[in-house]
C-alpha cells in the first residue's frame, strides 16, 4: 500500500463545527489508478489537497510509502515532488513566458542542474504529446485543452510517483477529455505512475479506473472496485451520483434475464455487447 | 490561509444602529469628529465619551472588536502622548535627566490619549455596524452635490463597489494559485528577501492575468445589459430615511448644542473671573 488515509478529518477552523472531512480512511495501492468521485462539497478536492501536504489535518493522519507525512521532521517539500498534484485551473499555474520555461519551473525548484531540468522538461512535454513548435509559444496562447496538457508536463517534469488530477476532464470536450484521460493510463502502464483522478461524473473516469472512492458530504460513502461500486447504484443515488448510462441498460437487460455483461461503461461497448448477446 | 482574511469588519448583528441609514451614520461620524477638535474642555469630554458609550451599548457589538483598532495606532498614540507630556513649554512639575514635564504638557498629553482613542473607536463603530456596499451606496448620496463641479460621483461608487465585490473572489485566486505553485515545489518562505520577493513572481503574473479575464468580462456583461454611466440609474434598494433617523440626527443636534454652550458657559466664567 503506497498511500493510507487514516481516520482523516479536516475543519477550516477550530471555531467551526462542521467537518470538511470526517473521518476518512481508505488505502490506495502502487500502480493503481484510482477515481475519487464525489459531488461538488463533498471534499474531495480538500482531501486530495492532504495527499501532498498542502492541507494538514484536523484529526488522523496520512502515511506515504510506510511514513507519517504529518511527522515533525518529514520532508514535505520532497514529497510534493513524488506526489505531483495537478490543479484543476491550467491559469492558476501557468506564468512563464514560454510553454518550455513553465514546465521547467517544477524541477527546477528541486533544485536540480540545468541539463538535468531542461532533459526532464523535454521528456515531460514529449510524454503528454505537446508538439515540439509549441514549446517556445507563450502559454496563454494555447487552447484550453493545450494548457492543460503543459501543467500536466509541469508535473510530470518532478517525476512524481503519485500523479492527482483534480478534475482533469472540466471544461474540455469529448476530444479532449479522452486524449487527457488516455495519457494518465499511459503513464501508469508505461512508467507506473500510480494515477489519482478527482472527478464528480462516474461516465468520465469508470473506464479508466481500477478502483473507485465515492465522497459524499465529507465522508466515505463507498469504496471498492469499479464493479463493486457500481452494484450500489442506490447508494449512488442518495449521493446525487449516478452509474454511467450504459451500464444501467445493461443492469436492466440483466434484470429482465438477458444474459449480458454488466461491466459495461461506455455507448460503444454497450452497443458491441447488445448485439452479440442478444438476437432478435 | 489567507482565507481568514474578511473585508473592513463588519459585526453581523441586529441592532438600532445597524439598522439607521448609512447617511444617518456617517454624517454622525463627522459630527463627532468635529466635536473633538472643537471642544476640548474636561465636561465636554465627559459628555463625548458618554455619548460614545451610548452608542457602543446600542449597537450591540462587543468593546473589544472596537479596540481591535487601538492595536494598529498604538505606536502613534504612543508617540504623540509622549511627544505632548514632554515637550510642551509651560509651568514645571518635576523634571529629569533632559526632560520637563509640565502641568500643560500633562494636560495637553491627557487630552491627545481621550481625543484619539475616541476618535478611532467613533469611526469603527460606523465601518463595524454598516456593511461595505451600503457604506458605498451612503457615500455616493452625500457625495451627490460634487456633480455640480463635475466630479463622476456614480462611476467614483460604481468603481468602489466593484472592488469591493472583487476583494474576496481575488483573495480566494490567490490562496489557489499560492497552493498550485507550492504543489510545484515553489517556497515562499525564503529567509533571503531578494529571492522571497522573485518567489511571488509565479502567484502575480496568473493573478494578474486572471484579473484583467475578470474585468474584461465584468466590462462586457455591463455593456451587455446596456451600462452607460451613472445618469439616471435607479437603485434597488433606495435609501430611506426611517424614524429612527429622525431620533438620531435629533440626538446629534442635542450633542452639539450641550457641548457648544458648555463650551460658551466655561469660557464666559473665565472671561467674568478675569474681569
Not at chain 2, 34 to 39: D, E, I, K, R
Request: with cysteine; charged share 25%; proline share 3%.
Amino acid at each position: 500500500m503506497l498511500l493510507i488515509a487514516d481516520h482523516l478529518s479536516y475543519k477550516y477552523d477550530k471555531l467551526n463545527k462542521k467537518n470538511v472531512l470526517d473521518d476518512v480512511s481508505f488505502s490506495i495501492n502502487k500502480g493503481e489508478i484510482v477515481s475519487i468521485i464525489g459531488h461538488t462539497g463533498s471534499g474531495k478536492s480538500t482531501l486530495i489537497e492532504h495527499f501532498n501536504a498542502l492541507n494538514t489535518p484536523t484529526e488522523g493522519t496520512i502515511y506515504y510509502d510506510g511514513k507519517d507525512i504529518f511527522e515533525k521532521d518529514y520532508d514535505r517539500k520532497a514529497l510534493r515532488a513524488k506526489v505531483g498534484l495537478v490543479f484543476q485551473y491550467p491559469d492558476h499555474q501557468l506564468f512563464e513566458e514560454t510553454v518550455y520555461k513553465d514546465v521547467c519551473f517544477g524541477p527546477t525548484n528541486l533544485g536540480l542542474d540545468k541539463k538535468e531540468v531542461e532533459l526532464r522538461a523535454y521528456e515531460a512535454l514529449k510524454k503528454v504529446g505537446v508538439e515540439d513548435d509549441l514549446f517556445f509559444t507563450s502559454p496563454f496562447e494555447l487552447s484550453g485543452g493545450q494548457k492543460k496538457k503543459v501543467t500536466i508536463a509541469g508535473v510530470l517534469a518532478m517525476k512524481p510517483e503519485v500523479l492527482v488530477l483534480d478534475e482533469p476532464t472540466a471544461g474540455l470536450d469529448p476530444k479532449w477529455r479522452e486524449e487527457i484521460l488516455n495519457i494518465a493510463k499511459r503513464l501508469r502502464d508505461e512508467d507506473g505512475v500510480t494515477i489519482i483522478l478527482v472527478s464528480h461524473s462516474m461516465e468520465d473516469v469508470a473506464r479508466y479506473s481500477d478502483h473507485i472512492i465515492v465522497m459524499d458530504h465529507g465522508k466515505k460513502l463507498l469504496d471498492g472496485t469499479v464493479d463493486e461500486v457500481f452494484e450500489q447504484a442506490e447508494v449512488l443515488r442518495e449521493a446525487s451520483l449516478d452509474i454511467p448510462e450504459s451500464t444501467a441498460i445493461m443492469r436492466l437487460l440483466r434484470k429482465e434475464g438477458y444474459m449480458v455483461n454488466t461491466a459495461i461503461y461506455d455507448a460503444d461497448s454497450a452497443v458491441r455487447e447488445i448485439r452479440q448477446k442478444i438476437r432478435f | 490561509m489567507l482565507r481568514d482574511i474578511t473585508l473592513g469588519q463588519y459585526y453581523n448583528t441586529k441592532s438600532v444602529i445597524h439598522d439607521l441609514d448609512p447617511r444617518t451614520k456617517i454624517l454622525g461620524t463627522m459630527v463627532y469628529m468635529v466635536s473633538l477638535f472643537a471642544f476640548n474642555s474636561f465636561w465636554t469630554y465627559l459628555i463625548a465619551f458618554a455619548a460614545l458609550c451610548t452608542v457602543i451599548v446600542l449597537s450591540k457589538v462587543p468593546v473589544r472588536f472596537m479596540l481591535r483598532g487601538m492595536k494598529a495606532i498604538f505606536l502613534f498614540l504612543t508617540i504623540t502622548v509622549l511627544y505632548n507630556l514632554f515637550l510642551t513649554q509651560g509651568d514645571t512639575i518635576f523634571s529629569f535627566w533632559i526632560f520637563n514635564v509640565t502641568i500643560q504638557g500633562l494636560k495637553q498629553a491627557i487630552l491627545m490619549f481621550f481625543r484619539l482613542t475616541f476618535l478611532v473607536v467613533g469611526t469603527s463603530i460606523l465601518t463595524l455596524t454598516t456593511t461595505p456596499s451600503n457604506l458605498t451606496d451612503g457615500l455616493e448620496s452625500l457625495m451627490h452635490p460634487l456633480k455640480w463641479i463635475r466630479i463622476p460621483v456614480a462611476e467614483i461608487a460604481m468603481m468602489m463597489s466593484i472592488a469591493l465585490r472583487f476583494i474576496p473572489v481575488l483573495t480566494e485566486e490567490t490562496d489557489k494559485i499560492m497552493r498550485a505553485q507550492k504543489a510545484r515545489g515553489a517556497d515562499f518562505d525564503n529567509k533571503n528577501l531578494f529571492k522571497r520577493i522573485k518567489s511571488y513572481v509565479p502567484i502575480l503574473v496568473p493573478l494578474f492575468i486572471s484579473a484583467f479575464r475578470r474585468a474584461n468580462d465584468l466590462a462586457t456583461a455591463m455593456e451587455a445589459r446596456a451600462y452607460r454611466g451613472g445618469d439616471g440609474r435607479t437603485k434597488m434598494k433606495p435609501l430611506k430615511y426611517k424614524a429612527g433617523d429622525w431620533i438620531a440626527y435629533t440626538s446629534m443636534l442635542l450633542y452639539g448644542i450641550t457641548a457648544l454652550a458648555i463650551t460658551v458657559l466655561i469660557n464666559f466664567q473665565t472671561f467674568m473671573l478675569k474681569a
